[in-house]
């Protein structure tokens, strides 16, 4: 006899049940097709404005055919662990071609962005470290900074004299707690899973109280150097670092659209002796003259210590990376745990970062085409009356605050088959509703013409 499922798991029914209520769950549609912006979503053909994929590598001819031919040839799986297997001449071949696309000494790739970022900092970072974070950077790195056992302080968004504040030591206490959006437009683009205070957008304080409390809670780095997963060699590695300092934001923010400080950002790390961190997640492909990310842009390529990014945006693929000196890297290659014990990226999804790469190198028209198609949205959307907030790329956030404004725009969108994603309370805090539109190079001025058709009478 099957035991039912609200028997069984009774507080996961319960909780789940409130979120329903709360409106606090993801629709999670069945998205079964795509062509050019064109998606099949639970059987509706919609015009999309959900995909990363900005400069349409995902779909692109050459892409497809090298993860078909290379799965054919090689088979599609890794098997096991890279600790155990090694790389592939694919991984091998995307990790340089990676360091080479970004102008960097050497680059590691993971099997995702998230997990590129919970093999970065607690392999650097850790008990006696001190870490500003702002609280708009994505989830991951949240929760990669949580994991190191670092003090961190998730500093207002945006707000680098708060970064330099908490490394100094002073301020500690400024976080305005992790994942919360107190600082302004931008904030994690994913709320708390757990039933915490955090998912009615007042953060669950963790962050602040890491920061304010240090880290005394934390458990030492262990020292076996067991390889087998159950040792911790990145503690032990990271233990000889001492009291390192490391200030963390986003190249872009997917919460609002808008850059991270850059330039303030590698003045503070300068004065307080910090490592500059910059997740380009959104960057990448997509800013500098040669596509290598918000660093390029800036004009601060030797001043970002470390890059993250992943292939599942601009990058039209997916995989995680980490950039930079070639120690770094080789220390995560040897330290990091989402490195070694876990499975690759199969070969085939190499393949198709590497023509993905090849691709981004050689048709800087994409990222031009990209750019037209960007502006005239924004100055259309702006002269239309929609407050865009800081918005600065492709990913474009249409701000309405009050969320019932929000909730209408999006219900209007849906009846013109127009696919976006409304972002709305508990998710964000009360009075910062706003429906994100992720504009590609498949967009044709058609579509963007039907766009602000299904927009009009929404403007806030
Ligand atoms: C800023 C940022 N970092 C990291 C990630 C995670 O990347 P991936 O989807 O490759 O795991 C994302 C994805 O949404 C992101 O927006």
């Given at each position: 006899?099957?035991?039912?499922?609200?028997?069984?798991?009774?507080?996961?029914?319960?909780?789940?049940?409130?979120?329903?209520?709360?409106?606090?769950?993801?629709?999670?549609?069945?998205?079964?097709?795509?062509?050019?912006?064109?998606?099949?979503?639970?059987?509706?053909?919609?015009?999309?404005?959900?995909?990363?994929?900005?400069?349409?590598?995902?779909?692109?001819?050459?892409?497809?055919?090298?993860?078909?031919?290379?799965?054919?040839?090689?088979?599609?799986?890794?098997?096991?662990?890279?600790?155990?297997?090694?790389?592939?001449?694919?991984?091998?071949?995307?990790?340089?071609?990676?360091?080479?696309?970004?102008?960097?000494?050497?680059?590691?790739?993971?099997?995702?962005?998230?997990?590129?970022?919970?093999?970065?900092?607690?392999?650097?970072?850790?008990?006696?470290?001190?870490?500003?974070?702002?609280?708009?950077?994505?989830?991951?790195?949240?929760?990669?900074?949580?994991?190191?056992?670092?003090?961190?302080?998730?500093?207002?968004h945006g707000d680098v004299a708060a970064m330099e504040r908490a490394l100094a030591g002073r301020g500690a206490a400024a976080g305005a707690g992790e994942e919360g959006e107190a600082g302004g437009k931008g904030g994690s683009d994913l709320p708390s899973p757990r039933p915490s205070p955090a998912a009615a957008g007042e953060g669950d304080g963790a962050g602040g109280a890491a920061g304010a409390q240090g880290s005394a809670g934390n458990p030492p780095p262990r020292t076996s150097p067991a390889a087998t997963g159950e040792g911790d060699r990145a503690g032990a590695t990271r233990a000889a670092a001492g009291a390192d300092r490391w200030l963390i934001t986003d190249g872009g923010f997917a919460g609002g659209g808008d850059r991270g400080p850059l330039r303030e950002a590698a003045a503070a790390a300068r004065r307080t002796g910090a490592r500059l961190i910059v997740d380009d997640a959104h960057g990448f492909g997509v800013y500098g003259a040669l596509g290598r990310g918000m660093a390029e842009h800036a004009g601060l390529q030797a001043e970002v210590d470390v890059r993250v990014g992943t292939l599942s945006k601009a990058g039209g693929s997916v995989g995680g990376f980490v950039a930079g000196a070639h120690t770094l890297i080789e220390t995560l290659r040897q330290r990091s745990k989402p490195y070694l014990f876990t499975a690759g990226l199969p070969p085939a999804v190499c393949a198709a970062g590497l023509a993905a790469l090849r691709v981004l190198a050689r048709e800087p028209e994409r990222r031009r085409r990209l750019w037209e198609i960007t502006r005239a949205a924004h100055d259309r959307l702006r002269a239309l009356g929609f407050d865009l907030g800081a918005t600065s790329g492709p990913l474009t956030v249409l701000w309405f605050g009050d969320a019932d404004r929000a909730r209408a725009a999006a219900a209007q969108l849906d009846a013109h088959a127009i696919h976006a994603f409304p972002m709305l309370p508990p998710f964000v805090p009360a009075g910062k509703a706003r429906i994100r539109l992720a504009l590609t190079l498949h967009h044709t001025p058609a579509d963007l013409e039907r766009l602000y058709a299904a927009l009009a009478g929404c403007v806030r």
């Open positions: 006899m099957t035991i039912p499922d609200v028997e069984r798991w009774p507080e996961l029914a319960t909780r789940l049940a409130e979120a329903r209520a709360a409106g606090a769950t993801f629709p999670l549609p069945v998205v079964e097709r795509i062509v050019g912006a064109h998606a099949v979503v639970d059987g509706r053909e919609l015009l999309t404005f959900c995909t990363n994929d900005y400069l349409g590598l995902g779909q692109h001819p050459e892409v497809r055919r090298a993860a078909a031919e290379t799965a054919e040839r090689y088979g599609w799986s890794t098997a096991a662990a890279r600790g155990l297997t090694g790389n592939s001449p694919w991984h091998r071949d995307l990790e340089a071609a990676l360091a080479d696309f970004l102008g960097v000494e050497d680059a590691a790739c993971f099997t995702g962005g998230y997990l590129g970022n919970l093999g970065l900092i607690p392999t650097l970072a850790g008990p006696g470290s001190t870490i500003a974070v702002d609280e708009g950077c994505h989830a991951s790195m949240l929760d990669a900074c949580r994991l190191s056992g670092a003090a961190w302080t998730a500093t207002p």
